[in-house]
């Protein structure tokens, strides 16, 4: 009897979409949409290639995490006798980590530590470069001026999720994201490995959308 009912079970998730699966290693990052005065700054202060500027960076992203959210609730306790209950007030989007391959010029590396050393203001004060002055401070930017040419978000940082033959996918879009910490980046004698550093990205929200008809 077991083995009836074991065929009948599988042959109804055949039917369905329940036994295919998506797989973790087909995606696709891409960091674009910078400001024009980080644009400047990645490839005045730290020769950052244009190809990286310009979207390359998320072509060396080996790992990534699909954003998720949580609520913030308030428990209220006098409603209903020996009763508590909670209520949603607060959505909160939880930081993505990415992991990154670093080419033999350091691109990816100078890119990330570009941007942070832009967004704390180690670049300049005023104008002038500041990070070599015995008398150094910070004086950080602003995220974002309203003209959108001026500041540290990211405009553009997207996953593309996809399975085989690019049949079916589903992409997120951060809003106003910018990197809020690297992890440090061990070296070592020994077994070679590619080098890596990790990235965590903060931004305002998601928006997760297909990309492709289901």
């Known amino acids: 009897m077991a083995p ?27 960091i674009s949409g910078i400001t024009g005065a980080l644009r400047e700054y990645l490839r ?18 080996s790992e990534a995490t699909l954003p998720t959210s949580s609520f913030a609730t308030a428990e209220v306790k006098d409603n209903f006798q020996g009763i508590n209950q909670q209520f949603a007030h607060t959505r909160m989007y939880l930081d993505s980590d990415f992991t990154f391959y ?40 602003y995220p974002m001026q309203s003209n959108d040419t001026v500041g540290y978000k990211c405009g553009t940082l997207t996953i593309a999720k996809f399975d085989r033959n690019y049949e079916k996918s589903v992409g997120y879009e951060f809003i106003n994201a910018f990197p809020k910490a690297m992890t440090s980046i ?10 890596k550093v990790t ?3 903060a931004y305002d929200r998601y928006i997760m959308g297909g990309l492709s008809p289901s």
């Open 44 to 61: 005045s202060f730290y020769g950052v290639d244009n190809n990286y500027l310009n979207g390359a960076v998320g072509i060396m992203c």
């Open 186 to 195: 061990p070296v070592s004698y020994g077994d070679a490995d590619i080098l």
């Open 4 to 30: 009836v009912i074991q065929r009948f079970k599988m042959n109804v998730l055949n039917r369905t979409d329940i036994t295919k699966l998506s797989l973790t290693n087909q995606y696709q990052v891409n």
């Open 102 to 141: 670093i080419d033999r010029n350091y691109n990816v590396l100078k890119f990330f530590e570009g941007w942070m050393d832009y967004i704390s203001g180690d670049n300049t004060v005023d104008g002038v470069t500041n990070i070599d002055n015995h008398n150094y401070y910070r004086r950080f930017n």
């Open 199 to 201: 990235v965590q990205f």
